[in-house]
């Protein structure tokens, strides 16, 4: 080092001693143009000769002067250096730690004694979080407890976020779905957030959230809450309490049966008149009336829970008396299930049920319940189907978890209908009003000036779209308060995108006078319209021009199938064609014919033509189905013979699909059909398992004994007397 001190003083001094004989000779001498110029330029160059011969001299000096040092002596002086220089460094970095932490920013510390990829991997993964979540990277969250996040709600220290209790992370992971889990509120996670307050169902949520706040805070606010109204009915052991605690536990649903509720009314409202009621009544022995089971259910959908969150029926309604009670005390549930399970399901179910204690008449009360139950289901089914269409039959067989899927997927689906109709509502769209519960008599109040006439197509098209005779309400909306039916999903979307272009005063056409509009009539209204006679002397009007008016276009038409329009009445061939008239009925009203028609044929009576024509014209079809159907099963009956178990299994087969039978006769013979089939599947199933050698009664399975019991009845005096 000290060489090369004495070195750099060696340039230095050499330096100064050129520059002054330079600025000498400058001064002795005149300079004149070119050659002036010429002579500063050598002198330049012969200052960086110099330089030159200087800088080599002193390289070389150094190189003599290093040689003298040692090794060892450099070694030392530049471990000194560089420890003085680590030992600076080193406090600067402390001072600068001690600063940082003083302002709560976090330090990270590597290590980088080691290559230069590792250290750069681990500062890079270090710095990741500040790079992925940039955006809340002063965004402060503090965890606390449930019991304190109410403190501070009931002191309005803080306050509700607009989630309220929906969980963030799982409203935006979840956002189609219609129905999202619930958790009990003192298991939740609570969060403050400058000055509101967020639950999560779990750690992990409150952990993703604490993340990047943002980015679950811009998303759109949670839909407008919907109450979940369930009522499970079923058959005895069909497993109607099990799906109604399953959904109650879920979801924070109440669980309500008819008896829990009269025993909250008697155990915490004893003093009120209604509780002295059914005292009376119960310790009387009597049964508790119907008006006084639905004033107790009333008491307990008063509860909080159950106009928030909402409630599940299980068991009731039973008859069709309690489901009107509950329609005039304004309960309706969303949806009602029935779980449909046969008797010989049911009596396997009890056996195998080892919480009922075994009581000598228990099989005997248990039958008698379930035929109690199937004989008043059908008014109740019929009565949801026709008023509120909310009735959905699902199969007791399936598992737990597959009916209480598909039970979801039903709510799902209602509570996004809910949902919609509320948000477009609220903001003056028209809404589709399918799922609603809306009964008949409601929509007609509040039909628009259209009526049962689609809109849409009386816009577009001009056709006048009668959809009087669909009474479901799939393709219905509400806008300004009145209701308007369309034909199709199709213009149900057009309709809901501009409601504005299909009302009035913008539609382009109006629905004429109704004696201006066609109408449907029956047989028996044709009839009596007599002596009054159809136009075109009964002749299809539809078929007649769409032919072309020819000849061959005359086509009878079907007292089935009238219209009256314009007081005069016309004959269709079909339901199709019917629809067509209907539907632009300026087009075929006022036609002529020719002076030829086709002579008039008249009726033949069925009982007039011979016995295998009376059939073939009569029974041919559903004989034909009925026999096929038996020959691909191919019945036999307990106890009865080949031909006999073939003959019941056709006339049942008859009974149930008879197209002009009521619907509740066709379903009552289904399931006589269905219980046959059981019934006669028992012989090849008690052949199979009675092959090999006897075995005790107390060896058998539950289900060989119930099938053996029931063949055996089959047998007994008294059995085959419907057969």
């Known amino acids: 080092l000290k060489a090369h001190k004495m070195t750099q003083k060696m340039k230095i001094s050499k330096r100064a001693e050129l520059r002054e004989e330079q600025e000498q000779h400058q001064a002795g001498v005149q300079f004149r143009g070119g050659e002036e110029e010429e002579d500063f330029g050598e002198e330049d160059e012969g200052l960086d000769d110099a330089e030159e011969q200087t800088g080599v001299m002193s390289s070389s000096e150094e190189e003599e002067e290093m040689a003298d040092w040692e090794g060892d002596d450099v070694k030392r002086m530049l471990e000194m250096e560089i420890e003085k220089r680590f030992e600076t460094d080193e406090t600067n970095v402390v001072g600068v730690t001690k600063l940082l932490s003083g302002h709560q920013v976090p330090t990270l510390e590597i290590s980088a004694s080691r290559q230069h990829k590792p250290p750069q991997h681990l500062l890079l993964q270090g710095i990741q979080p500040l790079l992925v979540n940039r955006e809340s990277l002063f965004q402060t969250c503090q965890p606390i407890s449930v019991s304190l996040a109410h403190k501070l709600l009931l002191s309005c220290y803080k306050y509700h976020s607009a989630f309220g209790y929906w969980d963030p992370i799982q409203l935006y992971k979840t956002r189609d779905a219609a129905v999202l889990p619930q958790w009990p509120l003192n298991t939740t996670y609570p969060l403050i957030h400058n000055q509101f307050i967020y639950f999560f169902a779990s750690k992990e949520n409150l952990n993703e959230f604490m993340l990047n706040p943002l980015k679950y805070l811009r998303q759109p606010m949670p839909p407008p809450a919907v109450p979940i109204k369930i009522a499970v009915l079923g058959p005895p052991k069909s497993g109607k309490t099990t799906v109604a605690e399953t959904f109650a536990q879920k979801y924070g649903l109440v669980h309500l049966s008819i008896g829990s509720v009269m025993v909250m009314v008697l155990n915490g409202q004893g003093h009120t008149e209604l509780a002295v009621q059914i005292g009376g009544y119960l310790s009387q022995g009597h049964a508790v009336p119907d008006e006084l089971?639905?004033?107790?259910?009333?008491?307990?959908?008063?509860?909080?829970?159950?106009?928030?969150?909402?409630?599940?029926?299980?068991?009731?309604?039973?008859?069709?008396?309690?489901?009107?009670?509950?329609?005039?005390?304004?309960?309706?549930?969303l949806i009602v299930v029935e779980l449909e399970l046969d008797d010989v399901e049911v009596n396997k179910r009890c056996l195998e049920d080892s919480t009922i204690p075994k009581q000598p008449h228990g099989s005997e009360?248990?039958?008698?319940?379930?035929?109690?139950?199937?004989?008043?289901?059908?008014?109740?089914?019929?009565?949801?189907?026709?008023?509120?269409?909310?009735?959905f039959i699902f199969s007791g067989l399936k598992d737990k978890w597959w009916i209480f899927a598909n039970i979801l997927k039903e709510v799902c689906i209602s509570v996004k209908h809910m949902r919609s109709y509320i948000e477009r509502t609220q903001s003056g769209q028209a809404a589709c009003i399918s799922r609603l519960c809306i009964t008949p008599k409601q929509l007609a109040c509040q039909l628009g000036e259209f009526g049962q006439y689609c809109p849409v197509c009386l816009a577009l098209h001009q056709h006048l779209v009668d959809l009087s005779d669909d009474a479901a309400l799939t393709h219905a909306a509400e806008y300004r308060t009145h209701y308007y039916k369309l034909c199709d999903q199709n213009h149900l979307q057009k309709f809901l995108s501009t409601p504005d272009q299909f009302v009035v005063p913008n539609?382009?056409?109006?629905?004429?006078?109704?004696?201006l509009l066609p109408r449907k009539l029956t047989e028996i209204q044709v009839k009596a319209k007599f002596p009054q006679q159809a136009e075109m002397q009964g002749f299809c009007p539809v078929t007649y021009k769409d032919g072309k008016q020819r000849y061959e276009a005359l086509v009878r038409g079907s007292l089935e199938y009238a219209v009256e329009y314009k007081e005069r009445i016309y004959i269709c061939e079909n339901k199709q064609k019917r629809d067509?008239?209907?539907?632009?009925?300026?087009?075929?009203?006022d036609q002529k014919?020719?002076?030829?028609?086709?002579?008039?044929?008249?009726?033949?009576?069925?009982?007039?033509?011979?016995n295998m024509g009376y059939l073939e014209q009569g029974v041919a079809r559903p004989l034909?189905?009925?026999?096929?159907?038996?020959?691909?099963?191919?019945?036999?009956?307990?106890?009865?013979?080949?031909?006999?178990?073939a003959e019941v299994y056709v006339a049942?087969?008859?009974?149930?699909?008879?197209?002009?039978?009521?619907?509740?006769?066709?379903?009552?013979?289904k399931r006589k059909l269905a219980l046959f089939e059981e019934d006669c599947a028992l012989i090849p199933y008690l052949s199979s398992a009675m092959g090999g050698a006897y075995k005790p009664p107390g060896e058998r399975s539950k289900d060989f004994e119930v099938k053996l019991n029931r063949f055996l009845a089959s047998g007994a005096p008294g059995a085959k007397t419907d057969l």
């Open 580 to 589: 067509t008239f209907m539907r632009t009925p300026e087009t075929y009203w």
């Open 293 to 333: 089971a639905i004033q107790c259910l009333k008491v307990a959908l008063l509860n909080p829970v159950c106009s928030i969150r909402g409630y599940v029926l299980d068991g009731f309604p039973v008859t069709l008396s309690q489901a009107k009670l509950m329609e005039s005390e304004s309960i309706v549930p």
């Open 652 to 669: 049942y087969h008859l009974k149930a699909f008879n197209p002009k039978s009521p619907e509740h006769v066709r379903q009552m013979y």
């Open 365 to 391: 009360i248990l039958h008698n319940s379930s035929d109690y139950f199937k004989e008043e289901v059908e008014h109740v089914r019929r009565y949801y189907q026709e008023q509120h269409q909310n009735w």
């Open 507 to 515: 539609c382009p056409h109006t629905l004429p006078q109704p004696h």
């Open 624 to 645: 034909i189905k009925a026999m096929t159907a038996a020959g691909i099963f191919k019945p036999k009956f307990p106890f009865l013979s080949i031909q006999r178990s």
């Open 593 to 610: 014919l020719p002076s030829k028609v086709p002579p008039l044929c008249g009726p033949v009576s069925l009982t007039s033509l011979p």
